[in-house]
């Protein structure tokens, strides 16, 4: 288990910090994510099949953990966010400013390299829905970016 947690804890907290913006409640959800794990001993074909599941029922509890009544954001994602270099910033702000749907393609598709395809098993949607949501928030982001005054072709 301990493998396990080594080979998916990075990808699982960003994918859930993405998701929640919070680092408290990210680490809470990865936490979860892994007893999960633990409690169903599921057997998996490849370590790509183990990252999936562990993905799927990250955005899962983040999910629900964003429909619960009582989140609220205790720690802006910008000052937690693992690994991000300085000249992202700006872009990182925009993309946490975009509602959790829009986040959460957003970051599987670019932060973490899934495709539409995967994306769409991860989040139990349709691709068609995934390849929308993702037109949606890129357009959202060119025009928050332009609205300040940056150029988008730079940025994504």
Same mark, same amino acid.
């Given at each position: ?12 907290? *960003? ?115 995934? *390849? ?25």
């Amino acid at each position: 288990m301990e493998e396990v947690v080594k080979r998916n804890e990075n990808k699982v907290f *960003r994918t859930a910090i993405a998701i929640t913006g919070s680092k408290a409640d990210a680490e809470d959800i990865m936490q979860e994510a892994f007893l999960k794990l633990m409690q169903a001993q599921k057997r998996f074909e490849s370590t790509a099949h183990e990252t999936a599941w562990l993905l799927r029922v990250t955005v899962n509890l983040a999910k629900n953990h964003l429909r619960s009544h009582w989140w609220k954001k205790t720690v802006p994602l910008l000052e937690s966010y693992p690994a991000q270099p300085a000249e992202q910033q700006e872009l990182m702000e925009q993309v946490l400013s975009l509602p959790a749907k829009y986040r959460t393609v957003i970051h599987l598709f670019y932060f973490e390299g899934y495709s539409t395809k995967e994306i769409a098993a991860l989040t139990r949607c349709a691709e068609s829905s995934v *390849r929308a949501q993702l037109t949606r928030a890129r357009r959202l982001l060119k025009s928050s970016l332009e609205l300040e005054g940056g150029n988008y072709d730079e940025k994504v």
